[in-house]
């Protein structure tokens, strides 16, 4: 069983559209992240859940919305898509609160925005 | 100021042959983590290796290990008898101590990308 899933590894989409990324993981951790990595491989966070609550959010324009229906799972809806979002996008989690806050990764998703 | 610098964008190894992929950070909180995580081309993110500021012992697991020097602010990770899949990009993460709310964040730094060569 995969640890962290998201849906799906490849979107491809016009200018203008909405689509979402799905994220879920199994490993009963409590909080949820998301991760842009531009074209230069840099990785910036985006936003995490703790318990479905939000807890970090980066300078992300409003146009991003991240959704966390239980603490399993954090979906990212993206409206008016643009060019420059076109990137790939991690979900990630951790047990937040210990020590470590060792985060896994799912496997990215790659929005390439025509 | 870069909070995780990587200054080796890129870099060869002989197979067989150990690397050192450079790592140095920058924070004032007594209380931090360093990881490294492993991209190869297929595009996933793989955690290897974590070295908690309090650690006595410099981390290690199986060929990899992390040369931690607290007062250079640096973490090193080597890596031993390198391997043909061990050609991936690397990267450098710290997490600082807790943020408002008790959360933490993690940075990341640029990244190395090591090939390894027959």
């Known amino acids: 069983d995969t640890a962290v899933s998201q849906t799906p590894k490849y979107l491809v989409t016009q200018m203008g559209n909405d689509k979402s990324i799905k994220c879920e993981q199994n490993?009963?951790?409590?909080?949820m992240y998301w991760y842009k990595q531009d074209s230069k491989k840099f990785l910036k966070i985006m936003f995490s859940?703790?318990?479905?609550?939000?807890?970090i959010n980066e300078t992300v324009p409003n146009r991003f919305s991240p959704k966390s229906p239980d603490k399993a799972h954090l979906n990212l809806h993206i409206n008016s898509l643009e060019l420059g979002d076109s990137a790939v996008y991690f979900c990630?989690?951790?047990?937040?609160?210990?020590?470590?806050?060792?985060?896994?990764f799912g496997a990215g998703t790659r929005l390439s925005v025509l | 100021a870069q909070k995780i610098t990587q200054t080796q964008p890129g870099m060869f190894v002989q197979e067989k042959e150990a690397v050192t992929l450079d790592c140095t950070y920058d924070?004032?909180?007594?209380?931090?983590?360093l990881f490294w995580y492993k991209q190869p081309s297929s595009g996933e993110m793989i955690f290897l290796i974590y070295?908690?500021?309090?650690?006595?012992q410099n981390a290690t697991e199986g060929r990899y290990s992390l040369n931690f020097q607290k007062a250079r602010k640096s973490a090193n990770l080597v890596i031993s008898a390198s391997q043909l899949g061990d050609s991936a990009m690397y990267f450098c993460?710290?997490?600082?101590?807790?943020?408002?709310?008790?959360?933490?964040?993690?940075?990341f730094g640029t990244g190395t990308k090591l090939q390894v060569i027959p």
């Open positions: 490993l009963g951790h409590d909080t």
């Open positions: 070295q908690g500021s309090y650690d006595q």
């Open positions: 859940y703790n318990n479905k609550e939000l807890i």
């Open positions: 924070t004032s909180d007594p209380s931090y983590g």
């Open positions: 990630a989690s951790s047990r937040g609160g210990s020590s470590k806050n060792i985060q896994y």
């Open positions: 993460a710290m997490r600082e101590g807790f943020s408002s709310g008790g959360y933490q964040k993690v940075t």
